[in-house]
């Protein structure tokens, strides 16, 4: 073996693309089954304790439980058999770069499974936490940039720090527990490779430490302080080039909320692309210290033969390939189609609902409507079904037909055939004339492939006593189920929704102003007009894992206050007016100020 040591640089850039694979691969892979199974245990979980939603008000309830412990710890179990196993495979590799051995992609994989099985199984767990920590302390600014994107932890932690008066000692607290996390970083070597004892490790960390303090901190700086400086140069450029691609092509009306959209995501890609890089970089500079200080363990570094790719190893390689890009693949359409994950605290901090579709901009309850509103990118639409005297869902909020096609007919005792003669448009204006009532069935075939969730109010009447069942009928018909949430002013109606699927999101119209317990089982979000609206409303409701929806909000001191008060779902006529406001109150507001004003800039 040659004994000459490697230089930094040498350990940055050799196996560079493999590692890349790697940690792309298996990050992509462990996301989206632990993402999953989190999401399916939540549910139950949720399910089990009564609730529809995890708020930030019933949380501690929830995982207070017995239930809601053994959900924690089987969390933390899953997690930490992916990060024992990831960074066995990133030791042994830098291991193997130092002493100038070079390892393939299966080399890789293979000698940290091998390596892993000489770690006594009780020292698993704190050697878990101590990898855990590092992970996070040395992805600490990549945390921080998540925080930002979440804008319901931003506030969160505000509020809590705010009430809690911390401030200035969090500042302490943080830089005292990064110190500590450097200081133990050196930990997990001394027992994966010299099979000390965690409590040893730890000291062996420190005195490693003691050997040149100041370097060792100036060369941590100057790598996470050039990530950081990239990516943020990345971030700056990748933005002005959206920006000045969407003042070329995208009508002016959506350009700045399409732009805050694309920079979201950019920053997210962004962030996954510096956490892996700066786990990369941290842990091969780790191992380069390591070595580098230590004469006697140099010595040590195994020689790891290259072993051959034979047809079995070669398959194993290309399953994992192909079952990673269909993973990728199906996920990405899952997360597109069905972005419906009903925890509160895990989403964005208000949704905006298109009310009748937008109304403003074409005729109420109609296809130009709901198209509008999918073009304007809103979250939910919301649509009012009615039935005819020939067993016909439509859309239309009126038990008659006079305001929105001058027609006097009553619904229910009107066919469709008739309706379909009728202009729904013509009122509006000339550009709709001839625009026709809408079947139910017509709106769901159009949703079904677009990223939108629908608010179906079923508008009972005791002529049509089957209407519930009709819907629920084509609902599940089309499949469509996680694309929809139902609501209404009659309780029977949401009851008979659960008896048929309790899976569907049902929602409560409260037309008017009473004190309630809010806890009804069969209701999982109550939608109330805005000025009902009171902070201890919203706070008895979130208690109670339920939602709330605000109807109709249109103006900006309205939109501010039902955001101030934590609302969760805004139903307007106006969602550009609306997306403007929640992106103007939310972080950040530099990069806010700065995409308003390249957008405006002629």
Same mark, same amino acid.
């Given at each position: 073996?040659?004994?000459?040591?490697?230089?930094?640089?040498?350990?940055?850039?050799?196996?560079?693309?493999?590692?890349?694979?790697?940690?792309?691969?298996?990050?992509?892979?462990?996301?989206?089954?632990?993402?999953?199974?989190?999401?399916?245990?939540?549910?139950?979980?949720?399910?089990?304790?009564?609730?529809?939603?995890?708020?930030?008000?019933?949380?501690?309830?929830?995982?207070?439980?017995?239930?809601?412990?053994?959900?924690?710890?089987?969390?933390?179990?899953?997690?930490?058999?992916?990060?024992?196993?990831?960074?066995?495979?990133?030791?042994?590799?830098?291991?193997?770069?130092?002493?100038? &051995?070079?390892?393939?992609?299966? +080399?890789?994989?293979?000698?940290?499974?091998?390596?892993?099985?000489?770690?006594?199984? %009780?020292? %698993?767990?704190?050697?878990?936490?101590?990898?855990?920590?590092?992970?996070?302390?040395?992805?600490?600014?990549?945390?921080?940039?998540?925080?930002?994107?979440?804008?319901?932890?931003?506030?969160?932690? =505000?509020?809590?720090?705010? *009430?809690?008066?911390?401030?200035?000692?969090?500042?302490?607290?943080?830089?005292?527990?990064?110190?500590?996390?450097?200081?133990?970083?050196?930990?997990?070597?001394?027992?994966?490779?010299?099979?000390?004892?965690?409590?040893?490790?730890?000291?062996? *960390?420190?005195?490693?430490?003691?050997?040149?303090?100041?370097?060792?901190?100036?060369?941590?700086?100057?790598?996470?302080?050039?990530?950081?400086?990239?990516?943020?140069?990345?971030?700056?450029?990748?933005?002005?080039?959206?920006?000045?691609?969407?003042?070329?092509?995208?009508?002016? *009306?959506?350009?700045?909320?399409? #732009?805050?959209?694309?920079?979201?995501?950019?920053?997210?890609?962004?962030?996954?692309?510096?956490?892996?890089?700066?786990?990369?970089?941290?842990? @091969?500079?780790?191992?380069?210290?390591?070595?580098?200080?230590?004469?006697?363990?140099?010595?040590?570094?195994?020689?790891?033969?290259?072993?051959?790719?034979? /047809?079995?190893?070669?398959?194993?390689?290309?399953?994992?390939?192909? @079952?990673?890009?269909?993973?990728?693949?199906?996920?990405?359409?899952?997360?597109?189609?069905?972005?419906?994950?009903?925890?509160?605290?895990?989403?964005?901090?208000?949704?905006?609902?298109?009310? =009748?579709? @937008?109304?403003?901009?074409?005729?109420?309850?109609?296809?130009?409507?709901?198209?509008?509103?999918?073009?304007?990118?809103?979250?939910?639409?919301?649509?009012?079904?009615?039935?005819?005297?020939?067993?016909?869902?439509?859309?239309?909020? +009126?038990? &008659?037909?006079?305001?929105?096609?001058?027609?006097?007919?009553?619904? %229910?005792?009107?066919?469709?055939?008739?309706?379909?003669?009728?202009?729904?448009?013509?009122?509006?204006?000339?550009?709709?004339?001839?625009? /026709?009532?809408?079947?139910?069935?017509?709106?769901?075939?159009?949703?079904?492939?677009?990223?939108?969730?629908?608010?179906?109010?079923?508008?009972?009447?005791?002529?049509?006593?089957?209407?519930?069942?009709?819907?629920?009928?084509?609902?599940?018909?089309?499949?469509?189920?996680?694309?929809?949430?139902?609501? @209404?002013?009659?309780?029977?109606?949401?009851?008979?929704?659960? +008896?048929?699927?309790?899976?569907?999101?049902?929602?409560?119209?409260?037309?008017?102003?009473?004190?309630?317990?809010?806890?009804?089982?069969?209701?999982?979000?109550?939608?109330?007009?805005?000025?009902?609206?009171?902070?201890? /409303?919203?706070?008895?409701?979130?208690? &109670?894992?339920?939602?709330?929806? #605000?109807?109709?909000?249109?103006?900006? *001191?309205?939109?501010?206050?039902?955001?101030?008060?934590?609302?969760?779902?805004?139903?307007? +006529?106006?969602?550009?007016?609306?997306?403007?406001?929640?992106?103007?109150?939310?972080?950040?507001?530099?990069?806010?100020?700065?995409?308003?004003?390249?957008?405006?800039?002629?």
């Amino acid at each position: 073996m040659n004994n000459r040591p490697t230089s930094l640089r040498k350990m940055f850039v050799t196996n560079f693309f493999n590692v890349v694979a790697f940690l792309g691969m298996f990050n992509t892979v462990a996301f989206f089954l632990i993402r999953r199974i989190y999401n399916e245990g939540l549910k139950y979980l949720l399910r089990t304790l009564g609730y529809s939603y995890l708020t930030k008000e019933n949380m501690n309830k929830v995982f207070s439980t017995s239930e809601g412990i053994i959900f924690i710890v089987a969390a933390v179990i899953l997690v930490g058999l992916f990060i024992i196993f990831e960074a066995n495979v990133l030791f042994v590799t830098y291991r193997a770069i130092y002493g100038n &051995n070079k390892l393939s992609f299966t +080399d890789m994989i293979y000698y940290g499974t091998i390596n892993i099985k000489t770690i006594y199984i %009780w020292r %698993w767990i704190p050697t878990l936490i101590v990898i855990t920590y590092i992970v996070i302390v040395t992805c600490f600014f990549g945390v921080y940039q998540y925080i930002i994107l979440n804008n319901t932890y931003l506030t969160s932690i =505000r509020l809590f720090l705010k *009430s809690h008066k911390i401030g200035y000692w969090l500042y302490v607290a943080i830089a005292f527990l990064v110190m500590l996390g450097l200081a133990i970083i050196f930990s997990p070597l001394f027992i994966y490779f010299e099979k000390s004892s965690v409590s040893k490790g730890i000291r062996q *960390s420190i005195d490693l430490w003691k050997k040149n303090i100041i370097g060792f901190l100036c060369r941590y700086t100057i790598l996470n302080v050039m990530l950081i400086d990239i990516f943020y140069l990345l971030l700056i450029g990748l933005n002005m080039l959206s920006v000045n691609l969407l003042k070329e092509y995208v009508d002016i *009306s959506i350009r700045l909320n399409l #732009a805050m959209i694309i920079c979201d995501n950019i920053r997210f890609i962004l962030l996954v692309a510096y956490c892996i890089l700066s786990i990369m970089f941290n842990v @091969s500079l780790t191992v380069y210290l390591y070595y580098r200080k230590q004469e006697a363990y140099r010595a040590n570094i195994p020689v790891l033969e290259h072993r051959a790719i034979n /047809k079995k190893r070669y398959l194993f390689f290309v399953g994992m390939m192909i @079952s990673t890009f269909v993973l990728l693949c199906v996920n990405t359409l899952y997360v597109i189609n069905n972005e419906t994950d009903p925890f509160l605290y895990s989403k964005k901090s208000m949704y905006i609902t298109a009310h =009748r579709g @937008s109304s403003l901009e074409a005729p109420e309850n109609t296809m130009p409507a709901i198209e509008m509103a999918i073009d304007n990118l809103v979250d939910y639409i919301e649509i009012d079904v009615r039935e005819t005297s020939d067993g016909i869902l439509i859309l239309m909020h +009126d038990a &008659n037909l006079s305001r929105t096609t001058g027609n006097q007919l009553k619904i %229910w005792k009107t066919s469709y055939e008739e309706i379909y003669k009728l202009d729904a448009g013509v009122w509006f204006g000339k550009k709709y004339i001839n625009t /026709k009532v809408p079947k139910f069935e017509e709106v769901l075939v159009y949703c079904k492939d677009k990223k939108v969730i629908l608010n179906i109010e079923i508008k009972y009447n005791k002529k049509t006593p089957d209407i519930t069942e009709h819907v629920m009928e084509l609902i599940e018909k089309y499949n469509i189920g996680d694309k929809c949430v139902i609501s @209404s002013t009659t309780e029977e109606v949401l009851v008979e929704v659960k +008896d048929i699927n309790p899976n569907i999101l049902t929602g409560k119209i409260i037309t008017y102003d009473y004190e309630n317990e809010y806890n009804d089982e069969y209701i999982d979000f109550y939608s109330m007009r805005s000025g009902f609206i009171t902070k201890s /409303k919203v706070v008895k409701i979130h208690g &109670n894992g339920k939602e709330v929806h #605000a109807w109709t909000v249109n103006t900006v *001191s309205e939109l501010t206050r039902c955001k101030r008060l934590g609302v969760d779902n805004i139903i307007t +006529d106006m969602p550009l007016l609306a997306r403007s406001v929640f992106v103007e109150n939310s972080e950040p507001s530099t990069m806010y100020e700065y995409i308003k004003i390249l957008i405006n800039k002629e």
